[in-house]
């Protein structure tokens, strides 16, 4: 007669067995969650280095990760190709150890920045000052068309077209206030290393702060180029 005891031992023994013996087999896959961390702190980081405010990265297409193998030395990381901003990218994951491969992973982006939007309703050729415009965090990858993130640029302009309040400014929103036109009479500046000199002249092109222009002396009716540095002013920085 067999001894319950033994059988029972026995038994146990062997049903226990393939579970330790599987639990010995070493896992060959990489650590997706060290990977997917590795993947977002690169991502991250390059992007600071030309955009400020708030990054998240998250990875897509994920499934395909769990296939890859460990690597016995640290991943190399890059962009696929230069970045353009963009809500979408694809970052290149190399390994470089004793069983290479190369795996492609697209990302998602959103980039959280201040951009300039419209406090209030604007109409056509509305003149934008302090008052008019705000800072807003937003995500920039959408925005094909440009944004200021320095409101002084774009105080001083007028609107291109009506806008609704919270509207994002594009360069294409918006067009330069002409603060001298042709034909104006203004203030002429003439500077060198000691002295400053003030005469009259005459506009002979339309121009806005910073632009360079044709104007006329009145006296000598000499034709010269000056910058424009406020209403009716422009200077220069040499003699007559």
């Known amino acids: ?19 330790n013996i599987l639990a010995k087999i070493p896992n060959n896959n990489i650590d997706i969650l060290q990977f997917t961390n590795e993947i977002k702190n690169f991502a991250i980081s390059k992007l600071t280095e030309q955009y400020t405010g708030n990054i998240i990265v998250e990875l897509l297409q994920t499934h395909a990760v769990t296939q890859l193998k460990k690597c016995d030395i640290p ?38 920045q201040p951009v300039v939007v419209t406090n209030r309703p604007m109409s056509k050729d509305e ?10 965090e937003v995500d920039i990858t959408n925005l094909n068309q440009g944004f200021f993130s320095d409101p002084n640029l774009a105080v001083g302009q007028i609107s291109r077209f009506p806008m609704k309040a919270g509207s994002i400014l594009t360069p294409q929103s918006i067009v330069k206030n002409k603060l001298i036109k042709r ?3 203004l ?54």
């Not at 901003?85 to 970052?91: F, H, K, L, Q």
Request: hydrophobic residues 40%.
């Open 75 to 112: 991943l190399e990381y890059s962009f696929q190709e230069q970045f353009v901003i963009s809500s979408r990218a694809t970052i290149k994951a190399i390994c470089n150890g004793n069983n290479p491969w190369t795996f492609y992973i697209p990302i998602s982006l959103k980039i959280y």
């Open 1 to 19: 007669m067999r001894n319950p005891v033994v059988f029972l031992t026995i038994t146990i023994i062997l049903y226990l067995q393939p579970c």
């Open 183 to 185: 034909g104006d009479r």
């Open 187 to 240: 203030n002429i500046i003439v500077e060198d290393a000691e002295l400053s000199v003030y005469m009259q002249g005459e506009s002979l092109e339309d121009g806005s702060l910073g632009d360079n222009i044709k104007v006329r002396n009145i006296s000598s009716k000499k034709i010269i180029e000056a910058t424009i540095v406020a209403p009716g002013k422009v200077q220069i920085h040499m003699p007559l």
């Open 127 to 136: 003149l934008i000052t302090t008052d008019t415009i705000s800072l807003k």
